[in-house]
């Protein structure tokens, strides 16, 4: 009687033992009158031995079989010690065929991760019997189920929010979706449950999490997906910053610490402005493990008369860099030109204490020293300098050449992970055309009250908005919500809404304010961020099943598709030329 067994549990164990193992053939080898076939399935790869070479002249690569056979101890010669069942292998008393592959696979599956990213989508039904990729199914897995856990010890609820909704200003376009029955009407994918989870705030429900689907119409990148991903979404009543800023210490520790392969800033984890990120690092999505330091030069050259730094926001830092060739400091300076700078000035501090460079005879020796003095550069080292009449844009220049510079440096530590809070973001800033508008979420709790609104600069109030950001990525953002009925209406009127159209955008939260809203505060980290950080791979698509490509297509199902006319009379649509 042979026993039916997983591959993975085959080991010295079952030797004599005669067993049924089904699973794909991973390899045929055919050594003289002897045939060896590995098959694998997710539990492991175990070896089968034959001495009828007929088997291989139907048998292909990734065909499902299934064989019958005692387990004996292999040769000397062929143990694998890389594999649970490397000592042992089963000698085949019958086999069948359950589904045959083409011999001419589109990839080899073993090597699948070195294939074209559009080959690997167009059979991911392959790709997915990749070693990592059936790892990365597990992992998802895992980090769902401990999210669910501990957020549940925690005392949340997990609570499903609609897909089908109306449209929301989340900073990017919304999927619309036609309604047949309301004609010329349109319902909304959700960007994020944002609205949904303040109203089950105002429902009592005191802590909400769901893992979030959410639809975003954005451009793809490497760490951005298109169409839809998931966001561990949570929101809490009568809570503060810190107090979110708390239970997502607590989740991502126990996460990364059981599921991470690298090691990462355990505890509490460091909290920086707005402003400080911006002057320090150029961005609001700082990667920490750069030790380069950025600093504000304005005091420096405050009564200068170099026209290039009067007036001007002015950043810098110093780094050794004397052992680099004279083609590092050109590809940061083409690299600021491409990014619209006007130059890069850089100067080296001789072993007398002065600087020398090209910059050095238009300031005067005064800021020499004051340049060497705020930056804290030592003997051999280089001093690089960024200015633009636009801080917005000295800070994109400075944070570009910090990264550029610390990766060329070699700088960047990258067995490690740093994980760091953003706070008082601005409230507002002004878009290309000049107008105020929202910097993030409409709802969030501006640091003013409404006698502040009506007398301060809108661009210099800050809100109680916060991201947690980890190597260049931003991982999670939230803030303390707005639920001041005379504060909402005076920050919507700022960017140019009445209370009209308030009531006509957000009727729903807007009228649940009127009943007794609970203050409350949320965020909501990207799901497919967080797996990605745990791996270490740089391709968010790399995380996902079944993923579109850079260009949002779905090419294995052949999406987006156009449709037929009677689909879109069914609609009330008409396509325009």
């Known amino acids: 009687m042979y026993r039916t067994v997983m591959l993975g549990d085959v080991d010295e164990s079952f030797i004599g033992k005669e067993i049924e193992l089904a699973g ?4 045929v080898r055919d050594h003289g009158g002897i045939v060896f076939i590995d098959i694998r399935d997710k539990s492991g790869v175990v070896q089968l031995k034959t001495n009828d070479d007929s088997l291989l002249t139907s048998l292909a690569r990734e065909s499902v079989i299934t064989v019958k056979g005692k387990v004996v101890l292999r ?24 589904s045959s592959s083409k011999h001419m696979l589109p990839f080899d599956v073993e090597d699948s991760m070195k294939t074209s990213e559009e080959i690997r989508l167009r059979h991911r039904y392959l790709d997915l019997r990749n070693d990592k990729m059936q790892q990365m199914l597990k992992l998802r897995d895992d980090v769902a189920f401990e999210t669910r856990s501990l957020m549940r010890s925690l005392g949340f609820t997990e609570v499903n929010t609609p897909i089908l909704t109306v449209p929301s200003p989340e900073g990017a376009r919304d999927y619309l979706v036609p309604s047949r029955v309301h004609k010329g009407k349109f319902y909304a994918l959700p960007q994020a449950p944002q ?81 400080e990120a911006m002057i320090k690092y150029g961005t609001d999505k700082p990667d920490l493990r750069n030790p380069i330091v950025m600093v504000g030069l304005e005091d420096v050259f405050k009564d200068t008369t170099f026209k290039a730094f009067k007036d001007r926001t002015v950043e810098g830092f110093a780094v050794s860099a004397s052992n680099q060739p004279r083609s590092f400091f050109d590809r940061l300076q083409d690299l600021m030109l491409s990014e619209g700078a006007e130059g890069l000035a850089w100067v080296r501090v001789q072993e007398d204490g002065s600087l020398k460079g090209p910059i050095v005879k238009f300031i005067t020796e005064k800021e020499c020293q004051e340049l ?10 280089d001093i690089f300098v960024i200015a633009d009449a636009s801080s917005k844009k000295c800070y994109k220049l400075a944070g570009m050449l910090r990264d550029e510079a610390g990766e060329k440096l070699g700088l960047v530590d ?32 501006p640091k003013a009250s409404l006698e502040e609104l009506n007398a301060l600069d809108p661009l210099k109030i ?17 803030a303390v919500r707005n639920t001041d009925k005379d504060i909402m209406l005076k920050v919507f009127e700022i ?12 009727g729903a939260l807007y009228t ?11 965020v909501a980290p990207g799901f497919e961020r967080l797996l990605m950080l745990m791996l270490g791979i740089t391709n968010i698509r790399d995380v996902v099943p079944f993923p579109m490509n850079s260009k949002a297509q779905d090419l294995l199902m052949g999406g987006p598709i156009e449709v037929g006319e009677k689909e879109l009379r069914e609609l009330h649509i008409r396509l325009r030329q």
Request: charged residues 30%; hydrophobic residues 35%; aromatic residues 14%.
């Open 512 to 522: 649940a304010f009127q009943y007794g809203a609970p203050p409350h505060a949320g």
């Open 462 to 478: 800050t809100a109680y908005q916060y991201d947690l950001v980890a190597n260049g990525y931003e991982i999670a953002s939230g």
């Open 495 to 506: 960017v140019g809404y009445g209370e009209e159209e308030i009531k006509s955008r957000f």
């Open 414 to 445: 990258k067995s490690r992970i740093e994980f760091c809070w953003i706070t008082d973001f601005p409230m507002f800033e002004l878009n290309d055309e000049g107008k105020i508008e929202f910097c993030h979420n409409p709802f969030n709790m």
């Open 372 to 381: 060497i003095k705020k930056t804290g550069a030592k003997i051999g080292d």
């Open 75 to 98: 040769d000397e010669d062929t143990i694998n010690p890389n594999i649970k069942s490397g000592r042992v292998e089963v000698k085949i008393d019958e086999m069948r065929v359950l």
């Open 24 to 27: 794909w053939v991973k390899t």
């Open 195 to 275: 609205q949904f989870k303040q109203l089950l705030m105002c429902g009592g429900v005191d802590k909400y999490f769901q893992i979030a689907p959410c639809f975003r119409d954005e451009d793809p990148r490497a760490d951005r997906l298109a169409g839809d991903f998931y966001q561990i979404d949570m929101e809490m009543s009568f809570a503060t910053q810190e107090d979110v800023h708390s239970v997502v210490e607590t989740l991502i520790n126990d996460l990364f610490s059981k599921y991470s392969k690298f090691p990462f800033n355990k505890g509490v984890f460091p909290k920086l402005s707005y402003r």
